[in-house]
Every structure is written in structure tokens, then in C-alpha cells.
């Protein structure tokens, strides 16, 4: 199968005042056409960084320092604004986390639906507001025609997300980046709204790229997952070996101290202690080497790499950063 | 826990009923009440954790500000160890309510950035007198050490902690009047997920320690159910389903319950490729013009035109387990 993206090395850091704050510390992965990847790790891991700088969709005071992302073989790291811009809403379409400040409340849902294809397809408005009005009916909004002349404020939130996903979809990208497109809204309008991606997946063929502070949100949906802590990718693998036979601590860590509707109730949950790191220094060993129960002496010299686990190669190998060998003494379920 | 401890309610809530007058329309020339709690009734025992759960909106914040008359109830009562709370006068009230606390969802916004955590602690202390001026420098520091903080951080400021280490701050001073009962509202929603077990752990030790009633509101179903007793389920004001944990989980007979806890993903990926999913049409109604009848059944799959004529009260179905809904035993035989 032939790659649809690689990112090789990405390094991203914010200039704050007093120097930078390393939030993606060399990230490099792959992802083939029509694969579903989970991004997960907590707030400040350097997730949702690490994903919009493929698409260099950054904050002014945000550079990329290093590495390059390559979409079907096109460098986007070095590409001129002009040809990013063409890339960005055509080739790869973006889902935000609110459709509340996503959406502007002074203009008409189709105005804003049809604004992408208007610039990226030429397309003339009439024709334009047709094909809006097909997605809607797609991404399960009743009454299409009616919703294109309403403003945002008369849909609910789970509407909203259902517009931001059909504008995301209208150009028929081959990759869609969705940043907790389901952290706002409730559990019974989520499970709405994974369905309807997971249908459309299917339908459209396209890469997903799919971030989430939520790790068990990602068991039912998801090809692939990559867990993120302090900027960097802690360990990769297929969904299965994820949940089965991690091997990263932290990891390891994270599934078990999420409550579950079948763990034993009212017994001590194992917590990870203490808390995430600060990333103003300049990390010299493993990130979560402070909270990690395995650590050993180089785990605080030394950042240890992505590396394939003996035994898991292949087109989609287990990938893990730990200098500790986890096999056998992880997860006992 | 505190299995045993039942039988004495601490609080009794009854016909709780809080209406909130809004302006609508595009020049807010029109009024409209908005109904986020209509007709709530529950007791909480003794040294249990009572959950409730419920989507946004459904009212369940609603209920616990009401509970500690940080909202006056429009009606209905709330009785605290036997004593109405809502027709309590203002000084009563106040030696009330240092019997009960809460803790909210936002460490960062509910601790003053100026106090020291020392000072913020000792003020609860000297409010309400709990001891003399001389031992209040102990008690912080034993407070402190009760929620896994070092003593010394006594003369830190807020900022300088972590969201999870503040929120430990918080149920400190939560802590510090010497209370029976604490309302948690979502204490963990806002914390990082590696974070939010530490604090599950250290609310039971607690509760353990200082023989503490809850009641836990969240919207996390895997949470609640993991530290609660029982547990009631909200929708637009209403209490749908209210019943001990295991039946709740086990056996949830409310066609709402059912569909919430269908849509709560597993961290299994077997689990999540064999299950059916309920999938619920539409979102929430408005609590501006809530639906006739059963609140619910706009969106339920066993609605009859019975649903929409006719407002169903809790009803006993055994073991403690109370379910609002008309057609409870015909589903129930359906379904087996």
C-alpha cells in the first residue's frame, strides 16, 4: 500500500519569553491511504502541535525547527504559503474541537459550507450550494435546504459538529486531521457522531487522523493508535496490541487507572503519580522517566528512541521509546 | 464501603423544583422560564456516595447548588438532618453550612490567586470557629497532609501548583469546617486523565477517614459508578432512574439509562467490536419548552402516544430500584 503521508524527524517549539517551550521533540510516523490513526495523550503532550504542523497550521509565536511531512510525496514543510493554502481544506480537511467559536455566527451555514469548494474548485455558488446541501444530507442533517439559510446559533451542538464535518469533507480530501472533534459535546451525541464517522470512512475512503485525550474512545474506531506524552511518541502499535500488550509504562499506566464499567468498583484505581511535565527545559532523558515505576539510571541521561520491538516488525510494526524491556511485566488483564 | 451504613438519611430532597426566568427573542423582549429542575425528590444515607449523572443541562448542577441554597429553590424542600434548609434564616444558615461543603469542577478559578494555601485553608477555620487561634497552624498542616501534599506548600500561592495538586487544595478547604457532607460537582472533569485517578483515590480515602456523605455529579458514567453507592440519572430536570449501583449498571431498566450506558466507550477493542450500540435520534429538548408527558420520549424508541399525555413518576420496581417511565414492565418483558 503506498503511503499517503510521512513525517520524518518534525520538531515544533513556541518562543515564549523566557526562551522556547518544546512541544514536539522529533515526531515521525507514517500513515497509509485509507487508515484511521488515534493520536492520544493529555493536554500540553504535544498532540494537537504535532498534527497541525503537518499542515503548518500554527500559531505566530509556533515554528518548525526541524524534519519534514511529506503528503503523497509532496514536501510540505518547505512549500511556499501559496501552495500550502491549496493543500489545506482540499487535499487535507481539518475538524475542530468546538463547532461553538468554529463557526462564524454572522454568516448563513451554507455561505460558510460552500466557502472552500468556492476557492479551491472555482466552483459557481448556485452549483456550489447544491453539493452542500448533498453533504448535509450525508453527514445526517435532515432538511438540508432549510439549514443552509440558517445561522449557527439555531443548530445544536451536535449539529454543528455534523456542518464542520461536512465542510471538511467537500473537497474530498484523502486526509482528515479531527482535533476532539467529540470532547464538547455529551456521551449520547459523541457516540452519534462516531458512527457517522465510521460510516463515512468506509464510504469515502480517506485517511483519518483522530486526537483524543480519550483512550477508551479510540478502542472501537481506530486501525492504529500513537500515545504522546511531554512531545514525544511514547510507543505505537496497532489498536489490539495497544489495549492487549502495551509496552510503554505510561501506557500501561493510563489503562489502568481508567475507570472502566466493568473494573471492580470502589477499590483503590492505580494512579500514575505525580503530574506532566513542564517543556520550557530542553528534555535530557525520558519525559516520563520522574513518574515512571521501572525507571532505571539512563532513563534520566538519556531520551530514548522510537524503537520497533523485536518481533512485532512489519508493515505496521509495535513501536516503543523505553529503555526498560516491558515484555512480560505489563499489563495483566 | 459504607454498604452497611444505610437506613438514616442525612438529606432528604423533596418536590425540589428551581424555574430560572430568562429573556429570549432577538431584542430579549420576551420572557420565558427556563425549567432545569422540575419536581426532584431523593435522600441521601448516611456515609454513602449518592452519583448523579446526566448529560449537560440535565440539571444535575443544578440540583447540588440548590441542595446547598446557593440557589434558592423555587420550591420544594431540603431537609439536612432534619432541619429545611430553604426556610432557615440567613444566621442559621450560616452555622449550617459549615456541615456542608463543595468542591467544583475548576481548581483554577475557585482558589484565590492573592491568599497563600495556608490562609485559604485557616479561613474556613476562623469563620466558623472550629478551634482556637492557636491550633489552627496544626490543623493546616494536617489537612494538608491528609490530601497528599507536603505541609510546607502552606505559604505557596496557587499558581505555583498543578491543576491536580490544586484541586487536592481544594477538597482541603472543603475539608477544613469539619463537614459532614460534600457536594462534588464534576471534581475530576477538568484534571488530565493520569491526574484524575489520583483524585477518585483520594476523595474514598477521605471519605474513609472523615466518615463523609457525597454526592458525586459527574457525567462520567464509568466514574460514578466506580465510587458511588447508588446512583440516580437526570434528564431535563428529572430524575429518570435512581437505584443502588450494582442494579443500576446491572440491570438498568429506563430506556435513557440504557441508551447512556450503551454509548460509553470501553478501553476494549473486543468489547467495542461485538457491542449495539443505541444510538439516540436527535439531541436533548429545550428546558425552555420541555416535552409534555415523559421528558424523554421525543427521542425514545418505546414511546407510545401514551408517553407524551402523561408525566411518570418513580416508580418502586424492588431492591430499592426506582424507574420513571409508563411503560417500564411491558419493556422489561420485551427485552427478556
Known sequence: MTKLLEVNN??????VRNGYLHAVNGVSFSLDRGEMLGVVGESGCGKSVSMMSLIRLLPPAAEITDGEVLLEGEDITHASVNRVNAIRGSKVGMIFQDPMTSLNPFMKIGEQVIESIVFHKKLAKAEALKQAARYLKMVGI???EHRLNEYPHQLSGGMRQRVMIAMALLNEPSLVIADEPTTALDVTIQAQIVELVKGLREKLNMSIIWITHDLSLLAGMVDRIMVMYGGYIVEEAVLDDIYKSPLHPYTIGLLKSIPSLKTEAGSRLPSIPGAPPNLFAEPTGCPFAPRCTYRVDRCTREVPALATVPGAEGDRPHRVACWVDMRGRGIAQ | MNMHAKQEPLVVVEN???????????FGNQSAVVHAIDGV???IYKGETLGL?????CGKSTTGFALLQLHKATSGSVKFDGVDLSKLPAKDLRAMRKRVQIVFQDPYSTLNPRMTIGEALAEPMRVHKICPEKDIQGRVARLIRDVGLNPNVANRYPHEFSGGQRQRICIARALASDPEFIVCDEPISALDVSIQAQIINLLMDIQEKYNLTYLFIAHDLAVVRHISDRVAVMYLGKIMEIAGKDELFGRPLHPYTKALLSAVPEADPD?????????????????IDPPSGCRFHPRCAHARPMCAGEVPELEDRGEGHFVACLRVAEIEKETV
Request: aromatic share 6%; net charge positive; glycine share 12%.
Open chain 2, 271 to 287: 468489547v467495542e467490536r461485538g457491542r449495539k450500540r443505541i444510538i439516540l435520534q436527535g439531541d436533548v429538548s429545550n428546558a
Open chain 1, 10 to 15: 518534525l520538531h515544533t517549539r513556541f518562543k
Open chain 1, 142 to 144: 435532515s432538511n438540508a
Open chain 2, 53 to 57: 449523572v446526566g448529560e449537560s443541562g
Open chain 2, 41 to 43: 425528590s431523593f435522600a
Open chain 2, 16 to 26: 425540589l423544583v428551581k424555574h430560572f426566568p430568562v429573556k429570549i427573542g432577538a
